[in-house]
């Protein structure tokens, strides 16, 4: 592939993952879009968040979810989502 083409692509690939919601992009980070709605509706409601900035897929299964209050674990136990609070340090998670 020459570089006017894939650049062309890149380009294209970058609109098109900025038109939408958090949500209808999180495909980017691993997610489908069901499960980023799915964790919005429940850090709203157990968390008491406004805000959520970030979604992304970790190797083990869970979730980072980064929002207005607080940097948290998702992780769906027995159909429901449970959230635990995380700290950053660098680019790694604690």
Not at 7 to 18: N, R
Not at 28 to 49: N, P
Not at 61 to 88: C, E, H, Y
Request: aromatic share 8%; net charge positive; hydrophobic share 45%.
């Amino acid at each position: 592939m020459s570089a006017n083409k894939m650049l062309g692509a890149l380009a294209a690939v970058a609109l098109i993952s900025a038109c939408g919601t958090l949500e209808d992009n999180a495909w980017t980070t691993g997610l489908s879009r069901e499960e980023a709605l799915e964790i919005r509706s429940a850090v709203f409601a157990q968390k008491h968040a406004h805000n959520v900035h970030q979604y992304q897929r970790q190797l083990d299964g869970s979730v980072i979810v980064l929002t207005d209050v607080g940097s948290f674990q998702a992780r769906r136990i027995r159909g429901k989502w449970v959230f635990t609070p995380v700290g950053f340090v660098g680019a790694a998670t604690y």
